[in-house]
């Protein structure tokens, strides 16, 4: 369900440190979190996230943790391209807000494209 990895890092944060949860769906509110609504492509939403981090003294981030995944249920060969995309476009949008030493977590799913994917990542 989309918020679930914010109930863990909120959990996980020293007090008074930003999460902040960017899902397509609606993210039930989750006390000591901010959730987006909002395409991790899009202008929008980086808008919503520096605005949210000035908001609250924040100037990068320690971690970004990535879970974002299409709808499953057809064909796998197409969702997993589907979802190497979208590590793609996350690890786009984390290089505009992590930390120097900051940490990138993310699911990658094991298909052809894997080490490509990967090596992508390691770059």
Known sequence: APGGWMQVAVQRVPVGHLVIGVDLAPIAPIRGAFAV???????????????LMSQNGCRAFDVILHDGSPNIGGAW?????????????????????LAPKGIFVTKVFRSQDYSSVVYCLKQ
């Open 37 to 51: 609504q909002e395409d991790i492509t899009r202008t929008e939403c980086k808008s919503k996230i520096k605005k």
């Open 77 to 97: 060969a197409q969702e997993a391209m589907s979802q190497n995309a979208l590590v793609i476009d996350a690890v786009k949008l984390a290089t505009q807000f």
